[in-house]
């Protein structure tokens, strides 16, 4: 056994290493770009395959083909990643896995570096019927992942560790077996043709919704006696009980160490499907509950629903005590515990600083500071700016301010076509080029075939940057740093029947100045590539250059 | 031991995750149980940044909820101010004389005014940045030196071997020595 403080990203990336996972694709995004990086950092070391793809739908059926062949596959992306690959997640809940699969999620509560959504994927357990597990700590997530891989070798079914910022980006001292690992890649997997199990064409389908259901049965028979699902601490005279998943467990026992109380809690692991009968046991000595869980009710719910099936005397306490927005922490569980218990809560005094906020902000030298000045200083007056994800997403921010709408990958352009197809206003999209790889060429595609005349601005700083420098395909890189073909963002975006091309150096005013004026007098869609190159890859690079002579 | 907790601030890209990393290691190689908590992506962007450091005998949460912290530790002055939210009348703050300005410009001045007087006795302004860029002609080790300033005056419990120890195994050999020079300089100063 070995000992070191590791990243909960690392240690997902060790325990999924010691469980002999071969192949492994992703999409970067935070709080969850350490796991994919951390396979393409040891990749060639370990004789695995690792990709970050062009997205997590992509991502996922590149894992789905590479499992179908007998290879232990792991797909790592962040919350909203799964809304991409959800398409072809359901389905996969059909066919179930051939070697073993675990799909990692990272969801941010807080949003600490997500716009969109305060997502909570653990309702995508519930509507593709995939076992979900959720560790609390690093140590869970090493002993989770590997758990998680004897789940979806034990049912053929694909098993998605959910975990949320604060277990992502939690270090503690993880013990781990540690042993040399082998995993040889080297295609040894072998496609063996089976249509009735890989292909969902009706009315075949069905009959594969039955089996699921049945498999869901068996690993709800499992999570019974799992050990992902635990009971600790002991009954007391307040006949209080406590269930709680996730990090909020941690807050849970640091509360109640703090406020000197020993009370049962059941610590969740297995979020889907829930051992009932393990639950309804848990309750039926007590008198009152508190589901301690951060963001949205789910386990709440099925504990009211537990309740009133076996008809218990119970008073369930949980969102009116621990709000569903932003993360939870030992302070949010001892208030809603003082309530409970009718103990007086002695609020901390908490000093204001009272000093307004350092907004995050484009790095020194970064070349959209230029491209978004001259965006807003040659576009005519009421012009508006559709924003995307990435770097560019501070163009919402001061001094830029130039942020009409923001949503997802991609959305700026297809938002955009619609503003324009209801209005007479003008509009410009603003996107980066990881994002316009990820999700922008359908909608430009779109664009252009429904005759829109939007202006794209592709912001080319030729890597994708805000989630850590991942490798895109205009790089001529891959993840693993091979060498690899260099997609040309001008050559797609005319293969897309863009007429009005033109690549310029953000730098170059002048010509910004009058291409904007003259492309948006445009009748047809058009694009300008403002590209240069990231100023951290730059320094990067130069360092480099400096250090090889 | 209580466990102790400490609240790096500063600004993405001052090296918070390196510094939290020592402190964790070296909390490890004095025979505590450590957590800390991150945060990365947008929010490591030049804005304000704080990581959690808790150490003692059994650490649950990796989190130091407001009014907790033990020792707050400031890169930066404003983001050093930023942090009294985490303090109690008891919290020592060991904050490096360095600011950084931003957007909504406010002056040194006014900062320093504020953090004293929320602060008061409690408060060591140490000139970090200055020393460092005098004596080892690298500002970057400052927090490093912030750290030695910490454990030499004994405002962390944690042993100067320990923390060196830590040092040794976090850093890469090319800035080694630098490091471990930015520690001990904070012995011979006052």
Redesign the interface.
Known sequence: MKKEILLGNEAIVQGALEAGVSFVSGYPGCPSAEIGQGFLDVAKEKGIYAEWSVNEKVALETAIGASFSGLKSLVNMKSFGINVCSDSLFPLAYTGTKAGMVIVVADDPSCWSSAQSEQDSRGYAYLSRIPMVEPADPQEAYEFTKLAYEISEKFNTPVILRITTRVAHQRMPVQFEGVKIENEFLKKGEFVKDYKRFSTMPPRVLEMKKELLEKIEKIKQFAEKSKLNKIVGCRTYHNLGIISSGVAYLHVKEALEEMNLDLPVFKLGLFYPLPEKKINGFLKPLKKVLVAEEVDPYIEKEVMATVQKSNLKLEIFGRELVSEIGELNQEKIKFALSKILRIKYKKPIIINSDLPRRHPQLCSGCPYWPAFSAIKKFSPEGTIFGGDIGCNMLSGVSPHNIQDYLFSMGSSVSIGHGIIKSTSQKVVAIMGDGTFFHAGIPALINSVYNKSNILLFILDNRITAMTGHQENPGMGKNGMKEDSPMLKIEEIVAACGVKNIKVISPDNLKELDETIKDFLNKEETSVIISRKICALLEKRQLKQQNENI | MKTFNIIIAG???QGLITL??II??AA?NGGY????????????????VETHLRFGKK?????V????ADLVLGLEI??G?????F??PKTIFVVNDNYIS???N?SKKEIEK?IKS?VGKNLRLVLASEICEKELGEEVVSSVYLLGYCVFKKLIPLKPDSVLKAIKEIISKKYLELNKKAFNLANSHD
């Open positions: 600004v993405g890209g939290n990393n964790a290691k490890l149980d450590v957590k800390t908590s991150e945060l990365h992506g947008l929010s490591q962007r030049a804005g304000s650490v649950y949460s990796p989190l909820v407001a009014g907790k404003t983001e101010m930023r942090a009294v939210r303090s109690n931003f957007l909504e406010i504020k929320s």
